[in-house]
C-alpha cells in the first residue's frame, strides 16, 4: 500500500518568515495531494491541494510543489503568521473513492 | 453553509458500554469515512461507505461497526469500548470522481473518552 512520509515532525518560525515542509510517497499510481491544515480540538482542514498532471499550485501565500519523479511533494508558506501554528498533515490518494493515506503530521509554531 | 457535522462533540463512555457517534452531511456527497485520530497522530481509516456500499480497512477491529440509514446520514457504533478506543473520531465526506482524486472535507470530530 501507499506510505507517506513527513518532514519535519516540529517546525518554528518567526513572524514573517517562510516554512516549508516535505513529503514522500511511495505509490506511483498515486495523483492527487492534499495538505490539510488542523487546529487544537477540530477537525483537519483543506488548505491547498494538487493533481498529478501539474507541478505547482499557488493561493495567496500557501503554495504546494510536485516532483512526481522523484515521489515527492512540498507545502510552502511564505510571511507566516501566528495564526498559522497548527499541526499540518500532507496525504497522497489514487483516486476516486480511495481514501487518503496521511503523513505524520507537522506541528508549526509561528513566534511572534 | 453546506458542511460535515458530528454529534456529539464530547462522548464519555464506560468500559465495555456501547456508544454511537453521528455524522451528518449537507453536501451531498456519496461518499463517507470513518477516521480514528489518536493523540500526536495522522488520522487512520476505519471504513467507508461508496453509497451504500461499506468497506472496512483490514486492520479495523470487529469492536467497530458502521451504519449509513441513507446519503446524509452515517454512523459508528462501538460495541464494547476499551480504553485504546478513547480517541478523536472524524467522519469525512467526497464525491467520488471517476479518475484523479476526490476532496475530502472533515467534520469538526467526537473526542471519545472511555473511563
Known amino acids: ?67 512526481k519523479t522523484a515521489k ?3 507545502l ?37 | 453553509d453546506a458542511m460535515v457535522i458530528q454529534n456529539p462533540r464530547y462522548q464519555v463512555t464506560q468500559f465495555g458500554k456501547p456508544v454511537t457517534l453521528s455524522c451528518s452531511q449537507t453536501l451531498n456527497h456519496n461518499v463517507m469515512y470513518w477516521y480514528q485520530q489518536k493523540s500526536s497522530q495522522a488520522p487512520k481509516l476505519l471504513f467507508h461507505y461508496y453509497d451504500k456500499d461499506f468497506n472496512n480497512e483490514a486492520d479495523t477491529p470487529d469492536n467497530f461497526q458502521s451504519r449509513r440509514p441513507n446519503t446524509s446520514f452515517c454512523f459508528l457504533d462501538i460495541r464494547s469500548p476499551g480504553l485504546g478506543d478513547a480517541a478523536m473520531y472524524l467522519c469525512a465526506t467526497s464525491r467520488a470522481a471517476p479518475s484523479g482524486g476526490s476532496v475530502q472535507f472533515f467534520g469538526p470530530g467526537t473526542r471519545l473518552t472511555v473511563l
Open chain 1, 72 to 74: 515527492h511533494f512540498s
Open chain 1, 76 to 112: 510552502h508558506i511564505t510571511e507566516t503568521q501566528p495564526e498559522d501554528s497548527a499541526v499540518y498533515f500532507c496525504a497522497a490518494s489514487k483516486g476516486g473513492r480511495r481514501a487518503l493515506t496521511f503523513g505524520s503530521g507537522t506541528r508549526l509554531q509561528v513566534q511572534p
Open chain 1, 1 to 67: 500500500g501507499e506510505n507517506v512520509e513527513q518532514h519535519p515532525s516540529t517546525l518554528s518560525v518567526q513572524e514573517g518568515d517562510s516554512a516549508v515542509i516535505k513529503c514522500t510517497y511511495s505509490d506511483s499510481a498515486s495523483n492527487y495531494f492534499p495538505w490539510y491544515k488542523q487546529e487544537l480540538g477540530k477537525g483537519p482542514q483543506l488548505i491547498i491541494d494538487i493533481r498529478s498532471n501539474v507541478g505547482e499550485k499557488k493561493d495567496q501565500r500557501i503554495a504546494v510543489t510536485l516532483n
